[in-house]
């Protein structure tokens, strides 16, 4: 009796929606917590904090979503293009393509006889999925999805914003540059990890670059806040 072939669940086929909803979780809260302390470091009141932290989510999330739906509607379209070439390529010249195909096969090890053999099965199954996955390198795993992204990446981007906004809301205005800075590097570190363990990939890694490069962003935005040294009332 045939035993029945357990499906894996691979890392790769979540690097869609996880690589968009990071990048916009990540740059909530670090462009919104950034803004935050460059203006609490020219700013004597809260109100003008909490404005801007305000600005800043709405603005940066329809940024995010918007970049993120032209950018992967851009590499569909190139996807797209090349499907449409390579269709028109398997009807008008299908001998050439299977000998493409095949040549694929013996770079990757196979015997002559055998790349031949492998090529004809799947040109015979489907020539097109074939030329996609091993000519072109477009899998249904990661095929590019414009408004997954746009939407993860914009709803990640509020989540993440909305953070450093709650936080200006109830921190003390005198406390306002450290402990934005102490909460943003700990929901930064939070995010690092959780995005690492599902991406398979290091936490310890992950928490030293988010860390660094988050303290870069907000120590360079509070000194030019307190560099022009503008008192916003």
Excluded: C
């Amino acid at each position: 009796m045939e035993k029945s072939i357990k499906k894996e669940n691979h890392y790769l086929g979540r690097s869609n929606w996880l690589r968009a909803s990071i990048l916009g979780a990540n740059d909530g809260i670090l462009s919104t917590a950034s803004i935050i302390v460059g203006v609490a470091a020219a700013s004597t009141s809260r109100e003008p904090i909490v404005i801007a932290g305000v600005a800043g989510l709405v603005a940066g999330a329809l940024s995010m979503a918007a970049g993120e739906y032209v950018s992967v509607s851009s590499q569909t379209d190139i996807e797209t293009s090349d499907l449409d070439r390579e269709r028109r390529e398997l009807r008008d010249m299908p001998e050439e393509e299977l000998k493409e195909l095949a040549h694929i096969y013996q770079l990757r090890g196979l015997s002559p006889d055998l790349a031949m053999k492998v090529a004809e099965e799947l040109t015979a199954y489907d020539a097109l999925g074939a030329h996609a996955r091993d000519e072109l390198g477009i899998h249904s795993m990661t095929r590019a999805k414009p408004l997954e992204a746009a939407i993860a990446s914009g709803a990640s981007f509020v989540f993440g914003a909305i953070l450093p906004v709650i936080a200006a809301l109830l921190i003390p205005v005198k406390m306002m540059i450290l402990w934005q800075y102490i909460l943003a590097i700990l929901f930064l570190v939070i995010l690092g990890a959780y995005a690492a363990k599902a991406g398979g990939s290091s936490v310890r890694k992950a928490v030293i670059r988010i860390t660094f490069w988050g303290t870069i962003a907000m120590g360079v935005t509070a000194y030019i806040g307190h560099l022009f040294g503008v008192s916003v009332s």
